[in-house]
């Protein structure tokens, strides 16, 4: 049994603790957070508290607070020599106090509030400083159901840094989309399964392999449709920006 | 009983192909193209000429030609007044010659060559300036089980560029995010889930709905971090455009 003390009440502890709570080898003991009443849906499955003072003894606390945050609440804790671990991609292991062993649990994937998650389907990126720690948090998110991979600190940044391309950016070109074909009255819906398709692709084949299109064949017409049609500046920004970088990147154009 | 000619040896010509030929109510009577080792592979299913003025009687003509093709094979055609169709996302209708009633079945989706298509994951935007035509080729696409939608000129080319958004570019920046995690020797699979779940949020809950990150939450630490790490002056430009981008979108800024 390993047993657990979440602090923070976001998206991420919350799907934390559900996850948790219903995994046989984890116990959550407690579930810490400044303002009671976000946990106050949740008192009747688990101690709740909002007095750092009273921490109850666990083998691992996960720091599943803002990334300003971090720092702060680790030097408060009220005892050391215990795991104390944060879930953020881009906050430095060391920026935790190290009266307490250190590590990070960075689950690589999307968190909504209301969709439920499958933690199969999250990676989770682990930082230790110690291998025994190392192999606790291993054996907590494949509990979970969770894959695992560890992680350096530099490689956790960069996950982060990419994780920023493929989710936050690739939505807003999601949304460009939704802008350009309203602006026409066409449905927006019949881009949806391209959209899968298109994040399918790149299950099984390289991103410069699934490459099609008018930038990567250099078709010089489309490219000049294209722009006439956008009356956005900063659609049009984006799309010279972007047709450049796959001509970059496939041979059409040199820096 | 459709019949039907098809005319070019691309992507979405193989693809038309094998699943009109699979398909009851739809006979390919023939299948036209310049060189015809590319159809060598299949003539043993269907009568194959490189000849136009061999071409056979049918109810609809498909021109899965290149854009640039289209007209002037349009206007070699041996016939009149039969229903000539093309594919392309943003050729005109009466580009095609007149000579015939023109048509357009454009599908949208992304055809590899090696991947099998299911085409009830394929919207087919058709127009046709006249309704009996559309009708027919309605029910051609029905027939393949593919969801239809009648569009016109700038519905149909909004759509061709908003699919270069959603598709390319985003196919793009997963590049991108390759290229950044592998910098660091970081695993690029740990991002397909993600990849994934960002593609699969968007089909219940509008682009601007799902958006979450740095830039939405004008989190200017991030932000600088990220910067800080990108060595890639191109990643650096596309990083700060598509960051203002959502936040003009989410009032974090004005133009």
Known sequence: MISVVILGAGNVATHLFRVFNK????????????????????????????????LTDADIYILAVSDDAIADISGQLPFKNKLVVHTSGCVNIHDMDKKNRRGVLYPLQTFSKAAPIDFSNVPICIETLDKKDYLLLKQLALSIGSPTKRVNSDQRKVLHLAAVFVNNFTNQLYRIGHEITESESAEFDLLKPLILETAKKVQNMSPYMAQTGPAKRDDKKT?????????????????????????LTHGRKKL
Chains 1, 2 share one sequence.
């Open 223 to 247: 490219i000049k449709n294209h722009l006439s049609l956008l009356e956005n500046n900063h659609h049009k920004e984006i799309y010279n920006l972007l047709t450049d970088s796959i001509k």
């Open 23 to 54: 995994t046989e080898n984890i116990t959550v003991k407690q579930w810490f957070n400044r303002n009671l009443k976000s946990l106050d849906h949740f008192k009747n499955s688990v101690a709740i508290t909002n007095d750092l003072a009273a």
